[in-house]
């Protein structure tokens, strides 16, 4: 089976509002339900869990219903940081399911998140055991250590830019949050960097700039802009 993990535990402190970001409405619609729909809509997703933020399971609940997001099944409590909302739905997701089945770790601010996407992810961690959405580091990469002036600079064509979906074996997700607990890494910021911490390599699968995550007002307003937008006819794929 392929499982979505949908990651809601955070408050949004950088986007300055009264509610949680995933929760803001933007085009009728919550953003944490943009996120949803693109999961319940894909053929290939069986499943999904959110990792809630405290006192807001009851308003996920009541917005599923709404939207008919059927597939949610299990809604548990998000954590002090991204790792520990990851952790707690894994922990219970291995309750219900087949450790080789393919979990999807995702966040819900990421409401852009394409068929394409999702589907890419599925079948290399299928392949490989393991799938990071990414996208190519464009931009000049300088080095700091006080955010005023540089040290050096780094060749962007050395790395590349991390989103998620990012995808593993149940089972292999859930050992390597066990490991992290036993080595005191307790605040990696993402799947794949746990496993870089823990000496584990990763494959990258297909990501896109249109795939944002909506950190601050400034990105509120591109995701209203690109819900806007269709792609021109004469622009080649």
Do not use: W
């Given at each position: 089976m392929n499982l979505a993990l949908i990651i809601a535990g955070g408050v949004g402190r950088r986007m300055h509002q009264d509610i949680p970001k995933q929760f803001l409405t933007v085009d009728n619609r919550p953003v944490i339900i943009h996120t949803l729909a693109a999961f319940q809509k894909h053929p290939s997703v069986d499943a999904i869990a959110v990792a809630c933020v405290a006192g807001w399971e009851k308003v996920l609940q009541a917005y599923a219903k709404q939207f008919n997001i059927t597939k949610l099944k299990y809604i548990v409590p998000g954590g002090?940081?991204?790792?520990?909302?990851?952790?707690?739905?894994?922990?219970?997701?291995?309750?219900?399911?087949?450790?080789?089945?393919?979990?999807?770790?995702?966040?819900?601010?990421?409401?852009?998140?394409?068929?394409?996407?999702?589907?890419?992810?599925?079948?290399?961690?299928?392949?490989?055991?393991?799938?990071?959405?990414?996208?190519?580091?464009?931009e000049a990469m300088m080095e700091t250590e006080n955010g005023q002036n540089s040290i050096g600079s780094y060749p962007r064509e050395k790395l590349l830019r991390a989103q998620t979906p990012q995808g593993f074996q149940l089972g292999k997700l859930c050992s390597m949050h066990r490991l992290a607990l036993q080595k005191g890494i307790t605040n990696s910021v993402a799947s794949c960097t746990l496993f870089a911490e823990l000496g584990q390599d990763v494959h990258f699968s297909l990501g896109s700039e249109k795939n944002?995550?909506?950190?601050?007002?400034?990105?509120?307003?591109?995701?209203?802009?690109?819900?806007?937008?269709?792609?021109?006819q004469w622009i080649k794929a």
């Open positions: 002090e940081n991204g790792q520990d909302s990851i952790r707690n739905g894994l922990f219970e997701l291995e309750k219900h399911y087949d450790k080789q089945d393919v979990i999807l770790v995702h966040d819900a601010i990421r409401p852009m998140v394409s068929e394409d996407i999702i589907s890419d992810c599925i079948v290399t961690a299928q392949k490989f055991g393991s799938a990071i959405a990414t996208i190519p580091c464009t944002i995550k909506l950190t601050t007002t400034d990105d509120l307003e591109i995701f209203k802009a690109l819900l806007l937008v269709k792609k021109a």
